[in-house]
């Protein structure tokens, strides 16, 4: 099973990327594709529209364009729960000892990564970063 994770902007730029793909990879994650984009503001729009009448939207939008951000796409078994439980809950403050927010995020907002929340957003999801040719690379 494929999920999508984001390394997210803080992340990148605090130089936690590395560190990170070395956490995933500890725990059963396969590496299947990945790039690095810095999203625009459209594009960051789109990504998050489900929250866009959230008071966070504007800053949210903001903060993932303001450096670039690497997409994921990982396997593993049952990859878009086991990938949620390891990287804890939205607030750091909230997450569990030895999660990846709990780690690297510095705040609600500023929380390191990003992951698919159901297996039929990280279809949507995978489909938003990666192209029909690549997907097909991917499952191939
Ligand atoms: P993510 O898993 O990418 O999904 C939505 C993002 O919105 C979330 O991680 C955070 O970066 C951000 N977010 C969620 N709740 C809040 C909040 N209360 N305040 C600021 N940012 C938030």
Redesign the pocket.
């Known amino acids: 099973m494929l999920t999508l994770a ?1 390394i ?1 902007p803080d992340a990148v730029q605090r130089g936690r990327a590395g560190n990170i793909l070395a956490h995933l990879e500890s725990q059963g994650f396969v590496l299947r594709a990945v790039r690095m984009t810095r999203l625009t503001k459209s594009e960051a729009q789109a990504f ?1 529209e489900v ?1 866009k009448d ?1 008071p ?1 939207y504007a ?2 939008v903001e ?1 993932m364009t303001s450096a670039p951000c690497i997409p994921l796409v990982l396997e593993r078994e049952d990859a878009v729960a086991h990938l949620r439980t390891v990287i804890g809950a ?1 607030d750091p403050a909230e997450a569990e000892e030895g999660t990846i927010r709990k780690l690297h995020a510095e705040s ?2 500023r ?1 390191a990564i ?2 698919s929340d159901s297996p039929e957003n990280a279809v949507r999801e995978v489909g938003f970063f990666f192209s029909e040719a690549e997907r097909q690379r991917i499952s191939a």
């Open positions: 984001i997210k998050y929250h959230r966070f800053s949210l903060f939205t609600k907002e929380n990003h992951a």
